[in-house]
């Protein structure tokens, strides 16, 4: 059975403190990791997809990166708009097209 | 584009009551998934459709609950009866078969059973 593991469960940053998110995955043959960015009371929000291990993908303050069993999403000089729940997930290729999701990290960035 | 567009935002009601949520996908987009999420379980897939046909259901918890999706700009997902075991936050997402894969997810729908 596909399993996501994401690492840590929470995390608290200063403002400019860099760190990683991980995101461990079990799946029997991977068509895309993704990453999204949920905020308290709205949908997820997409951020990246991954495909093959090798990949990294940027935008902004993130880069996210991919191996045969993980993934992370780096943060560099995070900030107080950074804060916010990321969610991991896996798309098997055996499926159509639904993804299973990990229980994300909450991050939070203090001034 | 507006997005996926889900209504109602908030919904509070009684042990009991039939509940029906609403979703309209992203124009063109021949994927829509409908999800729960909890503090408890995370966000789990409930059911998809593709071109209005449900794929996988697997994920719906009871036979209380049920989806349709009539046409390809609109879907419901219907529990009937509620229970309190069945608040959550219900999402609506929308995606194509081509390229990425990637789903987009509306704002959601917060459900109260009391």
């Known amino acids: 059975e596909d399993q996501v593991t994401q690492s840590p469960e929470a995390l608290r940053l200063q403002e400019g403190e860099s760190s990683s998110l991980n995101c461990s995955y079990t799946v029997s043959g991977l068509r895309g990791l993704f990453w999204y960015r949920q905020d308290p009371g709205k949908g997820p929000e997409f951020l990246f997809t991954l495909y093959s291990a090798g990949e990294e993908k940027e935008k902004e303050r993130l880069k996210a990166t991919l191996t045969k069993k993980e993934s992370f999403l780096h943060i560099t000089a995070p900030k107080p708009e950074d804060s916010a729940t990321y969610l991991c997930?896996?798309?098997?290729?055996?499926?159509?097209?639904?993804?299973?999701f990990g229980a994300g990290t909450r991050l939070t960035v203090k001034p | 584009d507006a997005g996926v567009i889900q209504s109602p935002r908030h919904e509070v009601t009684e042990m009991g009551q039939e509940v029906t949520l609403r979703c309209k996908p992203i124009?063109?987009?021949?994927?829509l998934f409908w999800y729960r999420q909890t503090m408890m379980r995370g966000l789990e897939l409930l059911i998809y459709?593709?071109?209005?046909?449900?794929?996988?259901d697997s994920g719906m918890p009871e036979d209380r609950f049920s989806a349709k999706m009539p046409n390809a700009s609109f879907s419901t997902l219907k529990i009937q009866p509620s229970e309190p075991r069945d608040s959550a936050v219900y999402f609506c997402a929308s995606g194509t078969s081509g390229g990425s894969r990637t789903q987009y997810f509306g704002p959601g729908t917060r459900l109260l059973v009391l």
């Open positions: 124009s063109g987009h021949d994927y």
């Open positions: 459709f593709n071109n209005n046909v449900p794929i996988d």
């Open positions: 997930a896996v798309q098997a290729s055996s499926n159509n097209n639904d993804m299973r």
